[in-house]
Structures are given as C-alpha cells and as structure tokens.
C-alpha cells in the first residue's frame, strides 16, 4: 500500500497547481443538467445522473489514467518509476486513485440534484455499474495508449475516444429508444451496456434485460485483459 500511496502523492501534485481543472467540471455538470431538463424534465435529470458517473468512469481510464501514463512513457517519467521498487500494479493503481479526485468532485457537485430529486438509488445502482466499467476503461485505455509511438498523438486519440463513446451511444439518453433489433448491437458498446445496467437496476429503464448488458461488460474485461496484457511492458521485459 506504501508504494501505491507514493505513486497516487506524485501524480496528484497538479490538485495544488492546477485546482481550475476541477472547477471546470462544475461547469459542464451545469451545462448538460440544463440541457437534460429542458429536454426530458424531471426524467431527463435523473438519467443525466446515471449518465454523468458512466461518462466519468470511462473518461478517467480512457483519458486520465491512460493519457497520464502516455505522456510518462513518452517523457521518460516511467523510467524512474521502473527504477523504483514499484511494480505494474502499483504505479497503475497509484494513478486510479489520484484520479479518483475528478469522480470525487462531480459527485459533490451532483450532490444538490441528488438530494432535491431523492435520487439515492440511482446512485447506488450506477456505483454498481461503474465498478466493472472501471476496470474496462482503465485496461482498454492502456491497451491503446501503450502503442502510440508519437507523444502528439496520445490526447489527440484518447479525447475522441472518450467522447465518441460517451456522446453518441445510450448513455446520456435511455437506450429503450433505439428500436430492439438494433438495441442489441449498440448495447455492445461497454459505456452504453453500463448506462443500461444503471437505469435497469434504478427503475429508469422501460427495457428489461439485465443480463444482456452485463455479459458485455464481463466480455469487455477479458478482451481488455488480453489485450492489454501484451501492450505493458515493464523494465527489460
């Protein structure tokens, strides 16, 4: 636990030099809680909750935990860690937790709609799908990011990828509106198979196949196994 606790103290020095990284959060939590009521009302509000914690978990192992150990490789950051006793595992974990700050600070700025809407379940239910959803995103992030070889590429790759998976699928929308046939095909996609989950474990859902999304994910986090597991290499190796 030493180990992970140095590494997360180290990549979370930005907290103190840059804190208007989390302020800006704020702001698009606003933004989209506006949009959503004014298309779907009180409804529309309790699906961007769900929607905000599955934007949140994927963004940060696709962006943040990914992108940061990019630009470590790239930079030679990494080489220090590898000269340290520290292990795969703790540097990559000692990442998620200092990341864990931006999905901290949008539950607080959500905490006020929490509470007004009584939304206690949703956020318990979209907790539970995050959890799986954590472990995609962090793996499928290091997966693509370990095989960029040009430093300019890293966010230029990983921020349409985040946004592309969180904008266009059913996550800030219920995928009950996508006809069944092509439900089954979009819902391949693990943000959307975690949306699902959510508004299926919290009642928002008017589609009842809760284990169709969850295989997905369970699916994901093998493909994301194998596939990461032949990109991170450590030292010599």
Same mark, same amino acid.
Not at 2 to 31: C, E, H, N
Not at 100 to 118: C, H, K, Q, S, W
Not at 138 to 165: C, D, E, Y
Not at 174 to 188: D, E, G, K, N, Q
């Given at each position: +636990? !030493? %180990?992970?606790?140095g590494v997360a103290y180290l990549t979370s020095r930005w907290i103190r030099r840059q804190p208007l990284w989390l302020v800006q959060d704020l702001f698009i939590?606003?933004?989209?809680?506006?949009? +959503?009521?004014?298309? !779907?009302?009180?409804?529309?509000l309790k699906n961007v909750l769900v929607a905000w914690f599955i934007s949140g978990a994927w963004g940060m192992g696709v962006n943040l935990v990914a992108q $940061?150990?990019?630009?470590? %490789?790239? !930079? %030679?950051? +990494?080489?220090?860690?590898?000269?340290?006793?520290?292990?795969?595992?703790?540097?990559?974990?000692?990442y998620f937790i200092s990341s864990l700050v931006f999905m901290v600070a949008d539950f607080i700025y959500m905490l006020p709609l929490i509470i007004v809407l009584?939304?206690?379940?949703?956020?318990?239910? $979209? /907790?539970?799908?995050?959890?799986? =959803? =954590?472990?995609? *995103?962090? /793996?499928?992030?290091?997966?693509?990011? #370990?095989?960029? %070889?040009?430093?300019?590429?890293?966010?230029?790759?990983?921020?349409?990828?985040? +946004? #592309?998976?969180?904008? /266009? &699928?059913?996550?800030?929308?219920?995928? *009950?509106?996508? &006809?069944?046939?092509?439900?089954?095909?979009?819902?391949?996609?693990?943000?959307?198979?975690?949306?699902?989950?959510?508004?299926?474990?919290? !009642? /928002? $859902?008017?589609?009842?196949?809760?284990?169709? &999304?969850?295989?997905?994910?369970?699916?994901?986090?093998?493909?994301?196994?194998?596939? *990461? $597991?032949?990109?991170?290499?450590?030292? #010599?190796?």
């Amino acid at each position: +636990m !030493g %180990k992970i606790r140095g590494v997360a103290y180290l990549t979370s020095r930005w907290i103190r030099r840059q804190p208007l990284w989390l302020v800006q959060d704020l702001f698009i939590v606003m933004g989209f809680a506006i949009l +959503m009521f004014v298309w !779907g009302g009180i409804n529309g509000l309790k699906n961007v909750l769900v929607a905000w914690f599955i934007s949140g978990a994927w963004g940060m192992g696709v962006n943040l935990v990914a992108q $940061s150990i990019g630009w470590d %490789k790239q !930079g %030679k950051t +990494m080489d220090m860690f590898i000269a340290s006793p520290v292990q795969p595992f703790h540097y990559i974990f000692g990442y998620f937790i200092s990341s864990l700050v931006f999905m901290v600070a949008d539950f607080i700025y959500m905490l006020p709609l929490i509470i007004v809407l009584n939304a206690w379940a949703i956020v318990i239910a $979209s /907790l539970l799908a995050i959890a799986p =959803l =954590l472990i995609i *995103s962090n /793996l499928v992030g290091l997966s693509i990011v #370990m095989r960029i %070889k040009k430093p300019t590429n890293i966010s230029a790759i990983t921020n349409p990828i985040q +946004m #592309m998976l969180i904008i /266009l &699928p059913p996550v800030f929308y219920p995928a *009950s509106v996508i &006809p069944r046939t092509a439900r089954y095909f979009v819902l391949l996609i693990p943000t959307a198979a975690g949306a699902e989950i959510a508004r299926q474990l919290s !009642g /928002l $859902s008017a589609w009842h196949n809760l284990w169709y &999304p969850i295989m997905v994910l369970l699916i994901w986090v093998v493909v994301g196994i194998i596939a *990461s $597991s032949h990109v991170v290499r450590w030292g #010599m190796e």
